[in-house]
Nanobody
């Protein structure tokens, strides 16, 4: 059974930074492509970014490109999301997911999901 657990959420002022972590257990994280999604209040869950198994290739939503960086440490079975220049519209629950579809940007590309971590950006 693969488990995905996010951490690192919190409240930050606009312009600030946060780093989210995603720990994968039950199987080595290098078996999966990994993605981050978010669900803003009153909105559907949306793609944020993804990273290939090796970490060599990444994919970002236009809204976060240049501000967010996804990375992974397969030795630690952990994926990271560094979020800089945060905006109030980045306020959301952030979800980490594991899947076998390369750099998938839709929910169905991913098989395992965490429960999410809240990020709140105040203006």
């Amino acid at each position: 059974q693969v488990q995905v657990v996010e951490s690192g959420g919190g409240t930050v002022q606009a312009g600030g930074s946060l780093r989210l972590s995603c720990a994968v257990s039950g199987r080595t994280s290098s078996s999966y492509h990994m993605g981050w999604f978010r669900q803003r209040p009153g909105k559907e869950r949306e793609f944020v970014c993804a990273i290939s198994r090796s970490g060599g290739v990444t994919n970002y939503a236009t809204s976060v490109k240049g501000r967010f960086t996804i990375s992974r440490d397969n030795a630690k079975n952990t994926v990271y999301l560094q979020m800089n220049s945060l905006k109030p519209e980045d306020t959301a629950v952030y979800y980490c997911a594991a899947g076998v579809s390369p750099l998938g940007n839709i929910l169905y590309d991913y098989d395992y999901w965490g429960r999410g971590t809240q990020v709140t950006v105040s203006s």
